[in-house]
């Protein structure tokens, strides 16, 4: 009787859970005509390896060529400004501001030209220098791979259309 209830109570959530539309974050529903793409980048090897990554595991097959959709990842940049200082006027917080400008095209048409941008507040200590500069890069990381969670939304909403 006790695994019945458990069973009939899983049912149900499950049943509830599906019918919301329920959807795990950075599952997209991909269009039809979006089962390859083309990758050029003319930026930092990190940032084509995390959108690559994005591409195949969303199920989107990346080529190096051919009738399929090109992305093309034109330049990004990161930069940092200085958000609070300390009482001996030292920087105690930064803004990190990563940038990707990127183009979606068709048949050498540019379908998408748009910019993804990504912001984060990071604290400063000049007493732990070591372990803010990997920190820093940690949060660099972090920032790329949601650029192109970014990008990868973008494009899947604009080809929704």
Partial sequence: M???????LSLTMLATLS???FQLRGDYQL??????????????????????????HSGINVVESGNSYQLAL??????RRTLSLFESGQVAEYELLYQVNYQLLKDDQVLVE????????????????????????????EMRAEA????????VSELSQ
């Fill in 74 to 79: 034109l330049s990004d940049k990161l930069e």
């Fill in 31 to 56: 269009p039809p005509n979006l089962d390859s793409m083309a990758l050029h980048s003319k930026v930092s090897k990190e940032l084509a390896s995390q959108m690559e990554q994005r591409l195949v």
């Fill in 19 to 21: 019918g919301c539309g």
């Fill in 148 to 155: 192109s969670r970014i990008i990868l939304q973008q494009i």
């Fill in 114 to 141: 748009r910019t993804a941008e990504v912001a984060r507040d990071y604290q400063d200590d000049p007493n732990f220098a070591l372990a803010k500069t990997r920190e820093r890069e940690m949060l660099v990381n």
């Fill in 2 to 8: 006790r695994i019945m209830s458990r069973l009939l």
